[in-house]
T-cell receptor, first 116, second 111 residues
């Protein structure tokens, strides 16, 4: 299992600013993922963050808008850059412990961003 | 066609009834299938996973998988008001590097 701490838990941001979300896992994990969940919607994968390599972004998400860092096996950050009201959402960090590729995902508590 | 499809509901059942949640997926190479429960304002939590065709039971929950039909379901027996939540079907893609979630089915269990 894994316990994931995410911060900030919520923030209100001004249009045009950037915010970095931090994600800390209590154990070393190979794969970490960043999801976005807009109000009333399901989870949409933004990118996969692997230690020692560039993040892999899903269609519709680009590095300039959502830069990701993965400096070690327990930590990752997601930055939401040049924010607009459309970026208002919950951002979830998740991790897959163990060596298997298809195991359970554990989630942080989420970061609820509101962009004014 | 969406990669993972669910009826968004809401699905409303009386307390004590069986709730049936359905999911179809498009990637025939997928090997594992997960059901997550998400309470309002909370993060998803795993309740069931299934790898093999057939049924898998865990307490009041039964997952059913039919790979030929690309169909997976979750049955909740003796539904309780505390089961009221959104249930997310999740399927890792072929290779398993990423997990795709369905839209989720909102379940309401009426006392």
């Amino acid at each position: 299992s894994a316990v994931i701490s995410q911060k900030p838990s919520r923030d209100i941001c001004q249009r045009g600013t950037s915010l970095t979300i931090q994600c800390q896992v209590d154990s070393q994990v190979t794969m970490m993922f960043w999801y976005r969940q807009q109000p009333g919607q399901s989870l949409t994968l933004i990118a996969t963050a692997n230690q020692g390599s560039e993040a892999t972004y899903e269609s519709g998400f680009v590095i300039d808008k959502f830069p990701i860092s993965r400096p070690n096996l327990t930590f990752s950050t997601l930055t939401v850059s040049n924010m607009s009201p459309e970026d208002s959402s919950i951002y979830l960090c998740s991790a897959r412990p163990g060596t298997g590729l298809t195991g359970e995902l554990f989630f942080g508590e989420g970061s609820r961003l509101t962009v004014l | 066609q969406k990669e993972v499809e669910q009826n968004s509901g809401p699905l409303s059942v009386p307390e004590g009834a069986i709730a049936s949640l359905n999911c179809t997926y498009s990637d025939r190479g997928s090997q594992s299938f997960f059901w997550y429960r998400q309470y309002s304002g909370k993060s998803p939590e795993l309740i069931m996973f299934i790898y093999s065709n057939g049924d898998k039971e865990d307490g009041r929950f039964t997952a059913q998988l039919n790979k030929a039909s690309q169909y997976v379901s979750l049955l909740i027996r003796d539904s309780q008001p505390s089961d009221s939540a959104t249930y997310l079907c999740a399927v890792p893609n072929t290779g398993g590097f990423k997990t795709i979630f369905g839209a989720g089915t909102r379940l309401f269990v009426k006392a």
